[in-house]
């Protein structure tokens, strides 16, 4: 894997939390081609462990997971470590209720509505402060027979 430092000698290291096991992978897939080191989450109970235990340059969670949401998952974070809530982008298909989409709007931080580009994820990686630096060594639309221009 090819990894890029942040312009800190600082490797960028990057957090997926998804329950869909497939939409988490993708985003992984495209985050290890823009240079960071990727770990990820099925679910926020498992990723609030992660987060006890590590820090990372930018975390990318999904809002609707079974056990701890993504919103919860995000408030736990925010009162343990802000630093590391304001490096969340919110991933999701759906704002399932009122609750959850108050969390995201509260919160400041970016949100991506699936099925998103690769160009809206470096605007919001942008937002939270990352510098993206794209180290393609196959284009992103041939990686498998998926399409994952869209993810």
């Known amino acids: 894997m090819h990894q890029e430092s942040n312009g800190t000698n600082e490797i960028m290291t990057a957090l997926v939390i998804d329950d ?15 240079g960071y080191a990727v770990e990820t989450a099925n679910d926020g109970d498992e990723a609030l462990l992660m987060l006890v235990q590590n820090r990372y340059t930018v975390v990318l969670c999904d809002i609707i997971m079974p056990r701890m949401n993504g919103s919860a998952l995000y408030a736990n974070v925010a009162e343990m470590c802000p630093e590391m809530a304001q490096r969340f982008v919110f991933v999701t298909g ?58």
């Open 20 to 34: 869909d096991t497939m939409v988490c992978n993708s985003m992984a897939t495209v985050l290890e081609m823009m």
């Open 94 to 151: 759906w704002i399932g209720n009122r609750k959850e989409q108050d969390v995201v709007t509260r919160s400041g931080q970016p949100c991506l509505y699936k099925p998103f580009d690769i160009n809206e994820l470096i605007v919001a990686l942008q937002q939270v402060g990352q510098e993206t630096k794209i180290v393609v060594k196959k284009p992103v639309t041939t990686m498998s027979s998926a399409n994952f221009s869209r993810i």
